[in-house]
C-alpha cells in the first residue's frame, strides 16, 4: 500500500526527455512539478531531482531527495487511485527549487499539494 518500489521509478531517458519537453508543469514553491499524462492502467512514475545549483552540500541534497520521496510515498494515494479510474498512466517529476533546506511537516504539506494538484490535471 504505501510503497515505492523501482517500478514506480521513473528512469528510462526517453520518458524524462519527453516528460522535460512535452509535458505541463507548475510551481508549489518550493516544489517544482513537471508531469505528462497518457493512456494506460493507472500508473504512476515518479523521478525526485535536486539539483546542485541549489543544494551546493551532497548532505542536504540527499536529505531533501529522501523527505519528497518518504512524503510522496506516503501521500500518494489518493493519485494512484483517481489514475486507475481514468486508466491513465502519468509521468512525474518534482524539483527541489530553493537553496534554504525544509523540515518533513511542511515538505509533506507541499507535496499534499502538489498531489491535489495533480488529481485535478488527471480528470
Known amino acids: 500500500m504505501f510503497t515505492f518500489d523501482k517500478s514506480q521509478r521513473l528512469n528510462s ?4 526527455g519527453n516528460l ?3 509535458g505541463g508543469s507548475f510551481l508549489v514553491w518550493p516544489l517544482s512539478v513537471r508531469y505528462i499524462t497518457m493512456q494506460g492502467q493507472g500508473e504512476a512514475s515518479v523521478v525526485i531531482i535536486c539539483p546542485k545549483r541549489y543544494q551546493k552540500l551532497a548532505v542536504r541534497r540527499n536529505r531533501m531527495k529522501r523527505l519528497m520521496r518518504e512524503t510522496y510515498r506516503k501521500n500518494s494515494i489518493g493519485l494512484k487511485t483517481c489514475l486507475k479510474q481514468n486508466r491513465q498512466n502519468m509521468d512525474i517529476a518534482f524539483t527541489f527549487v530553493s537553496e534554504k533546506t525544509v523540515n518533513y511537516n511542511h515538505m509533506e504539506s507541499l507535496m499534499v499539494q502538489a498531489l491535489a494538484n495533480l488529481q485535478q490535471k488527471a480528470l
Not at 13 to 16: F, N, T, Y
Open 13 to 16: 531517458r526517453k520518458r524524462i
Open 20 to 22: 522535460f519537453s512535452e
